[in-house]
């Protein structure tokens, strides 16, 4: 079994995992904009996903002898771990949870924002949870500024965002268009082929940051969520927040037992093994949650099948790329946690920093916008690579033996 027990290589995983974590969402993303179905890509996404955690079990879970206390994989699936296994499963469920409201929460607030906000709930309640999980183990003195600054990135996302609200507003009303999806239908015509579900080939899309390049964006996207209330769009994201900041500290007991459920001398999960089971739950709860999905949708997404599900080949490359980077994330996470603890770990929220540079490049988000959308984001930007480096050097170090 492949096991990471320095600071220098915990670190390193984290920084990989930050890349991993700010790539999965704007490819997730990208497919919902060209009109593909998200019940279908999240179908794709969670069955990758899940092999992915099978893929690292199989491997780095199984490669070596075990250690002392740290089992290989399939030893530890036939011993009585089950209190663990079934705190991991919990973190998994939240996680799955959280995705799936994201994937909507995208569409009605924007992709940059949702992410800043539900990271910033992961940190700041997250790691706070984590460090006394871990008995202190992080400098105080760096975890919490490193906190702090999150939470000051938050109120500035937040500000960005009506900003930006603003200035789409203003672009859209040059065309004597309001900002919602059906006056967007009606004023607007964009080829029908272009729209159809199947179709591999992009419309050609005005310059980004313009009002016809917004519009055309919304009426080509599968959820149809312009002009919708913010303050709903900001009630979903938050909730999908307070799913999110349950899976780290979920996972953080899962291998280290700080509440003593297993029996004396059963040894603690391993990373893999609580990341088999954890990804197991939530695999089984976004199946099912998404077959339903598929004949009974929500936000005026078009009612689908099992059979259209299996057909449907327009972007799957997209869905199964966002799952790899995503499963690579929260394994890289979770090793880097075990060795240099779960609270500085949490670093890996930093991840809209490289999801928002993604936003801007494929999305066209905030081109062409006013000065003051400019300046915040600049700022934001800015205090999320302060935080990362503050959190990173409030690293501790847990001893694996």
Known sequence: MYIVENKGGAIALILFAILCGGSFAPAMSFMERRGR???????????????VAVLIAFTFGQIGPGKVGMPNFFTQLSQDNWPSVLVAMAGG?????????CQYAWA??????????????????????????????????????????????????????????????????????????????????????????GSNTAPNLA?????????????????????TSTTRGLAVVLFAGLCFFVFSPAFNLATNDQWHLLKKGV???????????????????????????????????PASTMEAYLRDWNGR???????????????????GGQAAVFATADAVMA??????????????????????????????LTLFVIAIGVLLASAGHRKTA
């Open 37 to 51: 179905l998200p019940q279908h890509i999240y179908l794709d996404y969670s069955i990758a996903n899940f092999l």
């Open 93 to 101: 469920l939240a996680l799955s949870l959280g995705n799936m409201i």
């Open 108 to 197: 009605f607030v924007g992709l940059s924002l949702v992410n800043i906000i539900v990271c910033c709930m992961i940190v700041d309640l997250g790691t706070t949870v984590n460090y006394f999980l871990d008995g202190r183990i992080n400098r105080a003195e760096f975890l919490f500024p490193g906190v702090a600054c999150f939470m000051v990135a938050v109120v500035l996302s937040s500000i960005l965002h009506s900003s930006n609200a603003k200035d789409k507003k203003e672009k859209l009303s040059s065309l004597g268009v309001d900002f919602s999806a059906n006056q967007i239908s009606r004023d607007l015509e964009i080829s029908k082929d272009s729209d159809a579900e």
């Open 207 to 227: 310059k980004p940051g313009t009002a016809e390049f917004l519009a055309q964006i919304e009426k080509r996207r599968s959820i149809k969520a312009a002009g």
């Open 267 to 301: 040894p603690h999960l391993v990373v893999y093994t609580a990341f088999f089971y954890f990804y197991l739950s939530g695999f089984v709860i976004a199946v099912c949650v998404n077959i339903w999905l598929l004949y009974r949708p929500i936000a005026s997404v």
């Open 317 to 335: 490359h997209w869905a199964l790329l966002s799952s790899l980077l995503c499963g690579f994330c929260n394994d890289f996470q979770f090793m």
């Open 351 to 380: 991840s809209p920093l490289i999801c928002t540079i993604w936003d801007i490049i494929l999305f066209g988000e905030y081109r062409r916008s006013s000065r003051k959308t400019y300046f915040l984001l600049t700022s934001m």
